[in-house]
């Protein structure tokens, strides 16, 4: 069990970060990705299933108000890697 440092909400213990989470399309991945983003981190979502990652991502996001990525990468494509890699890049720029 994940436990907060003292005087950080439980919600909280993830604000300003992002988790990369593969599998996120269904099971213990999807499970993983909820948990996260209740902790306030900004997960970036992954699966072979792009399709099952949109609407886990908008419910994520409504729920909690963080930001779920969708670099729109498939596990079962060779190139995955470059496009999650490029993805978080991105989004760690805009944070500094």
């Known amino acids: 069990m994940i436990s907060s ?4 909400p439980r919600t909280a213990q993830f604000a300003g970060t992002s988790a990369l989470v593969t599998g996120a399309g269904s099971g ?3 499970e993983s990705a909820r948990v996260l983003a ?15 990652l949109e609407g886990l991502a908008r419910d994520m996001e409504a729920r909690h108000g963080i930001t779920a990525g969708l670099p729109g990468a498939e596990l079962s494509d060779p190139a995955w890697w ?15």
């Open 38 to 52: 209740a902790r306030s981190a900004d997960p970036v979502l992954v699966a072979r299933r792009v399709d099952r």
């Open 5 to 8: 440092p003292p005087g950080v």
């Open 28 to 30: 213990l991945g999807a």
């Open 82 to 96: 470059g496009r999650v890699r490029a993805f978080t890049d991105a989004e760690e720029s805009l944070r500094a």
